[in-house]
C-alpha cells in the first residue's frame, strides 16, 4: 500500500515535467528583441486578447515558431507581420488598418460620442412642457408650503 502511495504522488508530481518551455537559439540579441516585440505585437486568434507570446494555445505556439523561423531566414519585422495577416487576417495584429470592413470599428466610438452630446444639448434646449409649468394658484401654494416648512425648522 505504501508503495502505491509513492507511485501515486511520484506521478502526480512528475506532470509538472511535461510543460514545454522554448528555448530558441537566436544570432544576436537584436534578433532576440525582435522576436519578443514580434510576439508580444501580435494577436492569438484562440485567446482574442492575448498577446502569441502570452499565450498557451496550440496555436499561438505555432505562430512562435513560424515568427522564430521566419527571423532565421532574414526577414524583417515588416514581412513576418505581413506574413501573418495574410494567414489569419488583419485580426492578429492589434492595430488593424482603416479598410472598409474595419470603417466602422474605427468611426464608431466617435459616432457614439456625438449622438450623445447631440441628445444631451438638444434635452437641455427642450423648453418645458405646458402641464409641466405651474399655474398661479398653485404656484402660491407652493410658496405657502414652503414658508410653512421655514417656519417650523
Known sequence: ?????I?????????????AIETWQFDSAAQEQQYRELTASLRCPKCQNNSIADSNAMIA??????????LKQGQDKHQITQYMID??????TYQPPVTPSTLILWAGPLLFIIAGALVIF???????EADEQLN?????????????DRKSS
Not at 500500500?1 to 502511495?5: F, R
Open 7 to 19: 507511485l501515486l504522488a511520484g506521478l502526480l508530481f512528475s506532470l509538472n515535467a511535461l510543460a
Open 1 to 5: 500500500m505504501k508503495q502505491l502511495l
Open 122 to 128: 438638444l434635452r437641455g434646449r427642450r423648453q418645458p
Open 87 to 92: 494567414r489569419y487576417g488583419n485580426f492578429v
Open 61 to 70: 505556439a505555432d505562430m512562435r515558431l513560424k515568427v522564430y523561423q521566419l
Open 136 to 148: 398661479a394658484g398653485d404656484r402660491q401654494r407652493l410658496d405657502a408650503l414652503l414658508k410653512d
